[in-house]
């Protein structure tokens, strides 16, 4: 009896079995918690570069190589002392106050008694806005003579309108019948409206002719 119960007595302890290691498990509103963080990281650092980073400052329209002029649409090269200076598209028929404020207007050093602001601008033209106290640009005079030999179809004579390409009697007759029965031509692509004008004789005479 003895030796059993010393049997018993040296009987090793049942060593005791770890728990193994709960994993992290983490529930939607922790994993879109951790998402949101990311996001405003990510945003953080982009807004930074952003900050830092030199702003680009598009100086307007630019025609791809080889491309002409839109019917209706000039090209007009905004030069000088303008807040935007660029090359910009303009319907046709725009006068220089488009030009400049399409351009963002005047700086504010600019002279602007050194433009006409009632002229109307030609496709293909540069205008430069001179600035106070500087002498009118190189080819300033020239252009605005220019704009001057542009014959203006609301107030032309039929012996003015035969002077243009492929522009005969009859076509100068119908040209004028159009405007006194319409009032005025309002742009130069209203002249797509007279009989006998099409698209190609219209580019044709464009570059010679204007609108009042």
Do not use: C
């Amino acid at each position: 009896m003895a030796a059993a119960e010393e049997t018993r007595d040296d009987r090793s302890p049942i060593p005791e079995i770890a728990e193994p290691p709960r994993r992290l498990r983490l529930g939607l509103g922790a994993i879109v918690l951790l998402v949101i963080a990311a996001l405003a990281v990510t945003i953080g650092i982009g807004v930074w570069r952003g900050a830092t980073a030199p702003t680009a400052v598009v100086m307007g329209p630019t025609p791809s190589p080889g491309v002409s002029v839109v019917a209706g649409r000039i090209y007009v090269h905004v030069d000088g002392r303008v807040r935007l200076p660029g090359l910009y598209v303009l319907p046709s028929g725009s006068r220089v106050v488009d030009a400049v404020a399409s351009a963002g207007g005047f700086a504010e050093d600019a002279d602007r008694a050194g433009v006409n602001l009632a002229r109307v601008v030609a496709d293909g033209e540069q205008l430069v806005v001179p600035a106070k106290g500087a002498a009118p640009p190189a080819g300033a005079a020239a252009a605005e003579e220019t704009a001057g030999d542009l014959i203006d179809l609301n107030t032309a004579d039929a012996p003015a309108l035969e002077g243009l390409p492929r522009i005969g009697p009859a076509l100068a007759e119908r040209i004028i019948t159009w405007r006194d029965e319409n009032g005025r031509f309002a742009s130069v692509d209203d002249l797509l409206a007279v009989p006998g004008i099409g698209d190609k004789m219209l580019e044709g005479i464009r570059p010679h002719v204007r609108v009042g």
